[in-house]
């Protein structure tokens, strides 16, 4: 089975610092990649997502992330955050033609105005 | 244009009684997909669903847990006999074809809490 790692607990920042989240998977073969974020009270929305192409993905609210496959990583960037941004971010990741998501434990950020 | 719906948000059940969990797909969906997420951990897939079949249960428990998707209505998720260890929050998700190929869009999840 798929694990996924995400490297932060908890990430405090300032409005307009720069954020980036990490994220590995274990699996070796062909790989989707998703970044979803739960605002507070809210459902996961999908931020962005890779199946294949441009390694470099952007996705909504200014997020972008990186597949770097020789170091089975995903991570998302931000490069300056706002106070609405303070939410959880989940890492998820299926293989390719697979419908299981696996996801990382999630990383919450809070942004102080 | 409705998202994936769940209800209840939060529910609260004393050990030994059942607790159910709804979850209504995107319109236009026909796969459901159930997953629970434990204090500290990452949400963990526990069936597929589509309608009247069930896909795959293998993140399923063995006892106590059951899921279904009848031909009219929601996606029920029952616990019977519910314990501490099952306080959780369970996330449904669902999508307009297998999920290999496409996105899979969730809900806001039921926090269900055993006293």
């Known amino acids: 089975a798929q694990s996924v790692s995400q490297h932060n607990h908890h990430v405090i920042l300032s409005e307009a610092a720069s954020l980036e989240l990490g994220c590995n998977y274990s699996?070796?073969?062909?790989?989707?990649l998703f970044w979803y974020v739960q605002y507070p009270g809210q459902h996961l929305q999908l931020l962005l997502k890779?199946?294949?192409?441009?390694?470099l993905v952007k996705g909504i609210k200014g997020f972008e992330a990186e597949f770097i496959k020789s170091k089975f990583s995903f991570n998302l960037r931000k490069p300056s955050v706002q106070w609405s941004d303070t939410a959880e971010y989940f890492c998820?990741?299926?293989?390719?033609?697979?419908?299981?998501?696996?996801f990382g434990a999630g990383t919450t950020v809070t942004v102080r105005a | 244009n409705a998202g994936v719906m769940q209800n209840p948000r939060h529910l609260v059940r004393r050990r030994g009684q059942e607790a159910r969990l709804r979850c209504s797909p995107m319109?236009?969906?026909?796969?459901v997909y159930w997953y629970r997420q434990l204090p500290e951990e990452g949400l963990k897939f526990m069936v597929y669903?589509?309608?009247?079949?069930?896909?795959?249960e293998s993140g399923m428990p063995k006892e106590r847990f059951s899921a279904e998707f009848p031909k009219e209505g929601p996606s029920i998720l029952r616990i019977q006999q519910v314990v501490r260890g099952d306080s959780a929050a369970y996330f449904c998700?669902?999508?307009?074809?297998?999920?290999?190929?496409?996105?899979?869009?969730f809900g806001p999840g039921t926090r269900l809490t055993v006293t």
């Open positions: 998700a669902s999508s307009p074809g297998l999920a290999g190929a496409y996105e899979q869009y």
């Open positions: 699996y070796g073969g062909t790989v989707n």
């Open positions: 890779y199946f294949s192409g441009d390694p």
């Open positions: 998820a990741v299926n293989e390719a033609n697979d419908y299981k998501l696996s």
């Open positions: 319109k236009g969906h026909s796969h």
């Open positions: 669903l589509q309608k009247e079949n069930i896909i795959d």
